[in-house]
């Protein structure tokens, strides 16, 4: 497809339970972030790839949060040993290269629910 | 990243022109303003960026004062598929984007 696919786009899981969420980006944008955004509240970063440099994690919560990109292509997000406050839409954007110049291109995001 | 303050609610009428404003005055010579807008249960949609010159594309205007302390994005012709929030964010680094509050535009009928 031409936009950045994110699956599952919903889910629901107990409270305890480890998920992965997956993005697939736009081909040949080198340049993947995830985020989160709570309901009715703005977007939270959570982690930046580029290329093969070493990923900026600044934004993840705690250490029950972890991804992985393999080279410029798909990356998943795990959250492990889920807790009812990660319930919130996490989305996926990627630009074409590095820079302030070039856009980020979302997709729609995984709904996640923790009961 | 510079704050930007835009303001919580507006109304244009379907087929005019809505016109959002964007106050950056703290901007830096070499950030970037971006426009990007979110409808409900949707990820934002990118809509333009411009750094210093006015920009247009198939989607919108940005004009930008000449002291880059403001900027409006103009929808030249708004739909009712153009009720959304509209974010304003100004940005140098190459990491995250930093959304606000946003404009809720309403388009009516």
């Known amino acids: 497809g031409a936009g950045v696919s994110q699956s599952p786009s919903n889910k629901v899981t107990e409270k305890g339970k480890d998920v992965e969420l997956r993005c697939d980006p736009i081909s040949g944008h080198t340049a993947l972030y995830w985020y989160r955004q709570r309901l009715g509240q703005g977007l939270e970063f959570l982690i930046y790839f580029q290329g093969n440099s070493a990923p900026d994690k600044s934004g993840l919560p705690s250490d029950r949060f972890s991804a992985e990109r393999t080279g410029e292509s798909v990356s998943t997000l795990t959250i492990q040993r889920t807790q009812q406050e990660d319930s919130a839409v996490y989305l996926c954007?990627?630009?074409?290269?590095?820079?302030?110049?070039?856009?980020?291109?979302f997709g729609d995001g995984t709904r996640l629910s923790i009961l | 990243d510079a704050k930007t303050t835009q303001p919580p609610s507006m109304d244009c009428a379907e087929g005019r022109a809505a016109n959002l404003p964007c106050n950056h005055s703290?901007?830096?010579?070499?950030?970037?303003v971006y426009w990007y807008r979110q409808i409900h249960s949707q990820g934002p949609q990118y809509i333009i960026h411009?750094?210093?010159n006015n920009e247009t594309n198939e989607m919108a205007s940005l004009i930008i004062t000449e002291d880059r302390k403001s900027s409006t994005l103009i929808l030249p012709h708004a739909t009712l598929r153009d009720t959304a929030v509209y974010y304003c964010?100004?940005?140098?680094?190459?990491?995250?984007?930093?959304f606000g509050q946003g404009t809720r535009l309403t388009i009516n009928p």
């Open positions: 964010i100004v940005r140098a680094g190459f990491q995250k984007l930093v």
């Open positions: 954007a990627s630009s074409l290269v590095q820079g302030a110049g070039q856009p980020q291109h």
């Open positions: 703290t901007i830096s010579g070499n950030e970037y």
């Open positions: 411009g750094l210093k």
